[in-house]
């Protein structure tokens, strides 16, 4: 059974830095497997935030967390990271990790994702 467990989130001023965590558990092999951060603010599309490869560790970027956020993995630790600097009001949302399939390419696509976290809240107050 594939678990993917988000920790990290609370309330932070604007300008404020959050550090992200997902503990995945249960997947095959997780260094296999491209891994996910969505958000999703009340009454909005969950939407794209980043995404880094299981081939090689690149990343790609919404453009509204582009110089902001990091996203980043420790396969050791089955864990993928998301570093949040520079927070706005408009980054509130609760934020879902979620894994891709083995081996393979996702896109900004939240389709693409076959596994998902319970998510955590980001509030960020102005």
């Known amino acids: 059974q594939v678990q993917l467990v988000e920790s990290g989130g609370g309330l932070v001023q604007t300008g404020g830095s959050l550090r992200l965590s997902c503990a995945a558990s249960?997947?095959?092999?997780?260094?296999?497997?491209?891994m996910g951060w969505f958000r999703q603010a009340p009454g909005k599309e969950r939407e794209f935030v980043a995404v880094?490869?299981?081939?090689?560790?690149?990343?790609v970027y919404a453009d509204s967390v582009k110089g902001r956020f990091t996203i980043s993995r420790d396969n050791s630790k089955n864990t993928v990271y998301l570093q949040m600097n520079s927070l706005k009001p408009e980054d509130t949302a609760t934020y879902y990790c979620?894994?891709?399939?083995?081996?393979?390419?996702?896109?900004?696509?939240?389709?693409?994702?076959?596994?998902w976290g319970q998510g955590t809240q980001v509030t960020v107050s102005s």
């Open positions: 979620a894994a891709g399939t083995e081996g393979r390419w996702v896109t900004r696509d939240k389709r693409d994702y076959g596994y």
């Open positions: 249960g997947l095959t092999t997780f260094s296999s497997y491209d």
């Open positions: 880094i490869r299981w081939s090689g560790g690149s990343t």
